[in-house]
T-cell receptor, first 114, second 109 residues
Framework: DAGVTQSPTHLIKTRGQQVTLRCSPKSGHDTVSWYQQALGQGPQFIFQYYEEEERQRGNFPDRFSGHQFPNYSSELNVNALLLGDSALYLC?????????????FGQGTRLTVV | KNEVEQSPQNLTAQEGEFITINCSYSVGISALHWLQQHPGGGIVSLFMLSSGKKKHGRLIATINIQEKHSSLHITASHPRDSAVYICAVRGRIGSRLTFGEGTQLTVNP
């Protein structure tokens, strides 16, 4: 089992560009959550996808959008990139129908906006 | 005030020392997680607690639901324990996690 995999691992983009980050959940997991972690801070919840729909959303602008595919993999899209979007983006997967299901994290994608 | 507060922010110890990291939270939760993050970013789940105490090797995690407080203990610390330790709570509704700022632990040989 490969666990949660994210791609790419590193990315450099220019201000104003758009970026797509990808996440494959742990085998059998149907719920994917995305988090943004700025340097020296704890991760912040962006949103969560279940059954191809956004189920919960944190305090992030509409520039941040996502998608979940029928195979449960997910994408995070960020439009009109700002310097402040530079961060480690983490994906976590879990199984929705287990009470207190444990979350498994990917290695993250480090995004640098210049 | 953050919903999840950790202390200390930074901790330096000598190999072999007993280490305690504390986490306080201000919201109702269904579970609390202790996570370990190494340089490079990957996060590993150490414990998920909803009550009482759990032990795994040299790691012990406790939670007091009434006091809204949890501790992570490391016995006989080792340089390979050096990492950021993060406390995260799961709300009563949904499965999103709210994270603390993390504790940077450095264990010197």
């Amino acid at each position: 089992d490969a666990g949660v995999t994210q791609s790419p691992t590193h990315l450099i983009k220019t201000r104003g560009q758009q970026v797509t980050l990808r996440c494959s959940p742990k085998s059998g997991h149907d719920t994917v959550s995305w988090y943004q972690q700025a340097l020296g801070q704890g991760p912040q919840f962006i949103f969560q996808y279940y059954e191809e729909e956004e189920r919960q959303r944190g305090n992030f602008p509409d520039r941040f959008s996502g998608h979940q595919f029928p195979n449960y993999s997910s994408e995070l899209n960020v439009n009109a990139l700002l310097l402040g979007d530079s961060a480690l983006y983490l994906c976590a997967s879990s199984l929705s129908d287990i009470l207190l299901a444990e979350a498994f994290f990917g290695q993250g994608t480090r995004l640098t906006v210049v | 005030k953050n919903e999840v507060e950790q202390s200390p922010q930074n901790l330096t110890a000598q190999e072999g020392e007993f280490i305690t990291i504390n986490c306080s939270y201000s919201v109702g939760i269904s579970a609390l997680h202790w996570l370990q993050q190494h340089p490079g970013g990957g996060i590993v789940s150490l414990f998920m607690l909803s009550s009482g105490k759990k032990k795994h090797g040299r790691l012990i995690a406790t939670i007091n639901i009434q006091e809204k407080h949890s501790s992570l203990h490391i016995t006989a610390s080792h340089p390979r324990d050096s990492a950021v330790y993060i406390c995260a709570v799961r709300g009563r509704i949904g499965s999103r996690l709210t994270f603390g700022e993390g504790t940077q632990l450095t264990v010197n040989p």
